[in-house]
């Protein structure tokens, strides 16, 4: 048996198991009770967890994560199908048909030199899609669709490189760090004086800001904070290991010496 035929027969099981869970007469009640919207924290969770099993190069959490993300897409087309929405043989052949069009280089007679000529072709395509080119294509559809589809911090960085290359652009880093310093007395005064919907909106401007800062410097801000996320994570596990009672009994100058022992100890890579 080939290792495509088995992959279909696992596929098809996955299919009959998650349609199992669904099922109104002996079905799971927890399944039964997703919605296409209550399953989006889900899809978000599982497509991170991929991600971070990718980057951690241990490849049976990256199978396993994969399977996650994988009954998402199969329990997503379940709970559509049962209502004759959409099943996922539409799914599948969408994405298929969408490849071979967008792939004019592999499937048909098109010749690319290069990978900026395979990137050219694929926006070029995409506009055409939707009736439009790339010269037509309004620059606030692409922008919303970054909004839509990426994470916050992920879909600023999107957002203004193409406000950029259109020409919404600072002439020198000077001007982005007046920008930045602006934002920041505008929230430091929102704080002081403005209600929360305001204070909200300077946060907002001041964190796009900060987004400039890492674009022009060719840094990344999502990947700055996570590894920010992931060194408060290791200090916190310093401090528990010496801890003998719970963090909530230290007081805040105990909890602030462990804080630093834990910071010092990490940066001599103990």
């Known amino acids: 048996m080939s290792e495509q035929h088995v992959a279909l027969q696992q596929l098809q099981q996955l299919i009959d198991v998650v349609a199992q869970l669904r099922s109104p007469e002996n079905g799971c009640p927890w399944d039964l009770a997703q919605t296409p919207e209550t399953l989006i924290p889900y899809v978000i969770e599982e497509a991170y967890e991929v991600v971070d099993a990718i980057k951690s190069g241990d490849k049976q959490a990256i199978v396993e994560e994969l ?18 929405e959409f099943s996922l043989a539409e799914v599948a052949q969408g994405i298929t048909q969408k490849l071979i069009r967008r792939h004019p280089h592999v499937f048909g007679d098109k010749k690319v030199e290069n990978m900026d000529e395979v990137e050219t072709n694929w926006k070029n395509i995409k506009a055409a899609e939707k009736g439009q080119t790339t010269t037509t294509q309004k620059l606030s559809d692409k922008l919303s669709r970054y909004q839509r589809s990426l994470p916050p911090i992920s879909s600023a960085m999107k957002i203004s490189v193409q406000a950029a290359e259109a020409g919404l652009e600072w002439k020198n880093m000077d001007d982005v760090w007046a920008k930045f310093y602006e934002e920041l007395e505008e929230f430091e005064q929102a704080l002081a004086e403005e209600t929360t919907a305001r204070q909200q909106e300077e946060l907002g401007d001041l964190l ?63």
């Not at 399977?67 to 004759?84: M, N």
């Not at 916190?236 to 805040?252: F, G």
């Open 67 to 84: 399977g996650d993300l994988l009954l998402q897409v199969v329990l997503h087309a379940q709970i559509a199908s049962e209502t004759a």
């Open 208 to 270: 796009f800001a900060v987004v400039q800062l890492a674009r022009w410097n060719n840094l990344d801000p999502s990947v700055g904070l996570q590894g920010t996320n992931q060194r408060l994570i290791q200090r916190v596990q310093k401090i528990e290991a010496v801890a003998n009672r719970p963090l909530t009994d230290y007081s805040s100058d105990e909890l602030d010496a462990l804080w630093k022992q834990a910071k010092a100890e990490i940066a001599q890579g103990k």
